[in-house]
């Protein structure tokens, strides 16, 4: 059966930074692209960053732009999420999400937060002083 999970979410001080990872299993997960989202209390879920499975595609939300970055590392089969700079605001559940599988050079080069595949439960974020 296959699954995905989220690791490295905890409490932090505004400022701070955490990294989260998303590995797969029960699937090759370098043939999907990726795409974290997160969902604070009372909030809608929004999708904060994508990346393509080719890995040369990324793509950020604004309030997250040069503070937030994703990566893969294909070989480990995972996906991370390095936080820095974090705010109050950043407090909410992460949840990474895949789309696929892409085997096309096109569609291995594209990332999107709708729809997805595959989901996993989530990993904490709390932001505060």
């Known amino acids: 059966q296959s699954q995905v999970v989220e690791s490295g979410g905890g409490s932090v001080q505004p400022g701070g930074s955490l990294r989260l990872s998303c590995v797969g299993s029960g699937f090759t997960l370098r043939n999907f692209a990726a795409s974290w989202f997160r969902q604070a209390p009372g909030k809608e879920r929004e999708g904060v960053a994508c990346?393509?499975?080719?890995?040369?595609?990324?793509d950020y939300i604004d309030s997250v732009k040069g503070r937030f970055t994703i990566s893969r590392e294909n070989a480990r089969g995972t996906i991370r999420l390095q936080m820095n700079s974090l705010k109050p605001e950043d407090t909410a559940t992460y949840f990474c999400a895949v789309d696929g599988p892409h085997y096309n050079a096109n569609t291995r080069s594209t990332c999107t937060y709708t729809p997805m595949d595959r989901w996993g439960k989530g990993t904490l974020v709390t932001v505060s002083s």
């Open positions: 990346i393509s499975a080719s890995g040369d595609i990324t």
